[in-house]
């Protein structure tokens, strides 16, 4: 689904007005369809000496069945650089003698992906030279054309078999509209399961979608349910036929519950327990906006944002873990948003919630490691749903176009980040806020 200005550069005039205006010209981006392979094409890998990932990635990646070079070729859908091996900032060299010769021979819709230590554990001139990698991949991801993406996965050491499905994720086009993060893996726990089908991963699980009879929590409860789950459908009553109509959809079923009733944790536990025996994935999507500039904003409108969007959340974390409703490798996933980053005019109830969502996940990641799960989060930045498509035209084309890849993402991108967090061989990545926003200037 191209929006209007990208499909006018598609025809004859736009194709011939674009370049001669120097106007952006967005690429078509590649989005994931059950089937197909995990790369488009050959990966070339490569690694700092002294790197611990190399090997394990490059059996990681022949599993997916992913042709790994080790010499450059003339196209590549990935390119792979193992950078553990660089302890001091004067290795960093070994990132541009990788990249330089092959960083333009990287196909439409490519990958680059940078592999290192958590910078926060590490020490002296490795913690340094690990930090800068940061530069490098966000600098990377605005050269980069085409549809190409990078990102930055610190893999904390132990961790180094836990971090496949993050590869997975990161190559295939189910991050179409990620870019330019920084992923950590395996700094909470670092061993985690390998599904049977990875095509089906969540198979005999239950996820559970707030906010789900329309948007981005209807793709979210599509996503999951392509990837095995039963989907619990829950929203407000009013939003009744929707979410029936989505439940019936992906063949799970509807709750009509408004989340920031007193009783609604208890009922939502009650449900759970007694349907399903509890459930694996719990995300928090249900949201809404009250926008006011803040001396024109009530105080029922900034609560009312607040209540949605954080403390209904948190009470429902509370009891799902109290009552230990969250089966063991469960998942919790918040969506924040980049007006929880960079902040926003008209959103100061919006942006603190936002803000609050990301606390909820720093505080989280200990206590779920600890529980036997995990929790994170998605930012969405400009994704194409109804509530975007009222915003006023310039203010729309400006969030569409200021970013690296030049357009708005689609609910469905949401949704794949939430499917990876989803995923039981993700049991290592705790902690996470990933930006799914097609690298925006806003708050970058
Ligand atoms: P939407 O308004 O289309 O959907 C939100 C859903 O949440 C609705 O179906 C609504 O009925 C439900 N909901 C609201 N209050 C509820 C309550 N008390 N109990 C149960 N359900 C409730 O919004 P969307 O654009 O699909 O956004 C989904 C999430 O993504 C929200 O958290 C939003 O803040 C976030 N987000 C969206 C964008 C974007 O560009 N659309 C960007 C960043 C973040």
Request: some cysteine; glycine content about 12%; proline content about 5%.
């Amino acid at each position: 689904m191209a929006d209007r200005y990208q499909q006018f550069t598609k025809t004859p005039v736009g194709k011939f007005v674009v370049p001669k205006l120097g106007l952006p010209n967005p690429a078509t981006l590649r989005r994931y369809r059950p089937g197909q392979p995990a790369l488009e094409g050959p990966a070339l890998l490569g690694a700092a000496p002294g790197g611990r990932l190399e090997k394990t990635v490059k059996a990681q990646l022949a599993a997916a069945g992913i042709e790994v070079l080790a010499a450059p070729a003339d196209r590549h859908a990935a390119l792979v650089f193992d950078a553990t091996g660089v302890k001091d900032p004067a290795q960093l060299r070994e990132v541009y003698r990788f990249f330089h010769p092959v960083i333009r021979k990287i196909g439409s819709c490519g990958r680059v992906v940078v592999l290192g230590t958590p910078p926060e554990l590490a020490e002296g001139r490795e913690r340094i030279a690990q930090r800068a990698l940061e530069g490098f991949v966000r600098s990377v991801g605005k050269e980069l054309k085409r549809g190409a993406t990078a990102q930055l996965v610190y893999v904390a050491e132990g961790a180094e078999e836990a971090s496949e499905s993050t590869l997975r994720f990161l190559l295939s086009a189910k991050s179409a509209f990620v870019d330019a993060q920084v992923i950590r893996v395996g700094t909470h726990l670092k061993t985690a399961p390998v599904p049977a089908n990875w095509e089906k991963p969540l198979e005999g699980k239950v996820a559970l979608v707030t906010g789900a009879s329309r948007g981005i929590g209807a793709a979210i409860a599509e996503t999951l349910a392509r990837d095995g789950a039963h989907v619990v459908a829950l929203d407000i009553p009013a939003q009744g036929g929707d979410l029936s109509t989505v439940a019936n959809r992906v063949g799970g079923s509807a709750l009509q519950l408004d989340i920031t009733a007193a009783d609604a944790p208890e009922k939502l536990a009650g449900y759970l327990t007694k349907r399903h025996g509890g459930v694996d994935v719990v995300v928090h999507n249900a949201g809404i906006t009250r926008d006011k500039t803040l001396g024109n904003m009530t105080e029922a409108g900034w609560d009312a944002v607040l209540t949605v969007n954080l403390a209904a959340q948190l009470a429902v974390n509370d009891t799902l873990l109290g009552d230990k409703v969250l089966n063991e490798n469960g998942r919790i996933v918040g969506v924040s948003s980049i007006a929880g980053i960079a902040g926003n005019v008209g959103q100061t109830n919006y942006g603190t919630s936002k803000a609050g969502v990301i606390g909820m996940v720093n505080v989280g990641a200990p206590q779920l490691a600890e529980y036997g799960g995990t929790i994170n989060a998605v930012a969405p930045g400009f994704i194409e749903t109804k509530m975007t498509a009222a915003v006023p035209l310039f203010i729309r084309e400006a969030g569409r176009r200021l970013s690296s890849l030049g357009q708005g993402g689609l609910p469905v991108d949401v949704a794949e980040t939430i499917a990876w967090y989803a995923n039981p061989a993700s049991a290592a990545v705790n902690g996470n806020v990933v930006r799914v926003c097609g690298q925006a200037l806003l708050g970058a």
